[in-house]
């Protein structure tokens, strides 16, 4: 990703009729003509001035007009002022606040599911792809573990994570265990796991009796072989489809779903965002990627007690409503915490 420079400042006048086309653009996806902008009631200047104006704004690298067309459309220069020029972005309507409190007061169980699902959510708000990274695992410790047994032939090892969020694994057993030996075995494990990373387990302890023993080195096996499955970060997308209404091109759609199944580029994508103090990337400032050259970026982390675990965000073209989906980000992002934080 490119490091972004800073854009020379324009007038108040100049920034009120590039603020016009940019939501004029965005709501329309036409060209946004200089007698449209003249009826925004903010702008209080005659439709000569604004096309001066206009032709300016062009000149300078904000604005530009595709093919014969009398109106113009934002360059990502453009995109990039309005973005940077937003103040406090609007908050999200009461509605949508309902509906990101709905979602978050149902959101209990597998951290896989509730990523994926926040996708999903995240997709509704903005009618783009949601984009969720999930956490590394060694973020996360222990609160309580313990071992079920589902039938005669196999048990389940449960950990309940300091964030709430349960991890199952099932592993097979001897029939001959007996249910004393595997209560045993939950105690030890509990013991051995608790306050520790789930994918750092503390070295083994053995206690002497050989069937506990077993029971709790198949359980820690279960976890470490999980470990070596999902040692890469997880990338949760929901709303891909959204992305099929937004560009006409049938091979940009392609291309850009192509991007959405290569996890290692959307998690490298995101952090650069993060890395570089923005929220925001627009189009050409992820020039790494080509396929995305029509695209913006929204992101934000989320956290669990004060520790960063991964990053959310939503992925649309240029023409995107930049005001509401920082705001749809944050928020959910906001409440993606307290979830994952137990508040």
């Known amino acids: 990703m490119t490091t972004r420079q800073a854009h020379d400042e324009l007038d108040d006048r ?46 300078e690298g904000y604005l530009t007009h595709p093919h014969t ?34 979602f978050f007061s149902k ?20 009618d783009c792809a949601g984009v969720v990274v999930s956490p590394a695992h060694d973020a ?20 309940v994570l300091s964030n709430g969020v349960v991890e199952k694994r099932t592993i097979s057993v001897r029939e001959d265990v007996s249910d004393t030996a595997l209560s045993s075995a939950s105690t030890l494990l509990q013991q051995r796991l608790s306050g520790s990373s789930l994918w750092l387990v503390p070295p083994e302890k053995p206690t002497g009796d050989a069937e506990v023993d077993d029971l709790v080195g198949l359980c820690v096996s279960a976890l470490e072989d999980a470990k070596t499955s999902e ?24 291309a850009v779903l192509g991007i959405l199944e290569q996890s290692f580029v959307v998690v490298s994508l995101l952090r650069d965002v993060l890395a570089q103090g923005e929220s925001v990337s627009i189009g050409s400032e992820h020039s790494a990627i080509e ?29 995107m409503d930049y005001e509401h989906a920082i705001a749809a980000v944050a928020v959910v992002g906001q409440r993606l915490t307290r979830e994952l934080s137990g508040q």
Do not use: W
Request: charged share 20%; glycine share 6%.
């Open 14 to 59: 100049k920034a009120a009729i590039l603020k016009s086309v940019v939501t004029g653009y965005v709501e329309t996806a036409q060209p946004v003509g200089s007698s449209q902008v003249a009826r925004d009631p903010v702008i209080e200047v005659s439709s000569a001035t604004v096309r001066a104006d206009m032709a300016t704004l062009e000149r």
């Open 69 to 102: 067309s009398a109106g113009r459309i934002p360059t990502d220069k453009g995109y990039r002022f309005f973005v940077d020029h937003l103040g406090n972005p609007q908050p999200l309507a009461q509605a949508e606040h309902e509906k990101v409190q709905a």
């Open 107 to 126: 959101a209990h169980g597998e951290l896989e599911r509730i990523l994926q699902d926040t996708s999903r959510l995240l997709a509704q708000l903005t």
């Open 140 to 159: 996360l410790v222990v609160r309580s573990a313990l071992i079920a047994r589902l039938s005669t032939h196999t048990a389940m090892v449960v950990a």
């Open 231 to 254: 040692s890469t970060d997880q990338v949760f997308v929901g709303g891909a489809a959204y992305m099929a209404e937004r560009f006409d091109a049938i091979d940009k759609v392609r």
């Open 291 to 319: 396929s995305l050259a029509e695209c913006s970026l929204v992101v934000a982390p989320y956290e669990s007690e004060g520790v960063a675990l991964g990053t959310i965000g939503v992925l649309g073209p240029t023409r």
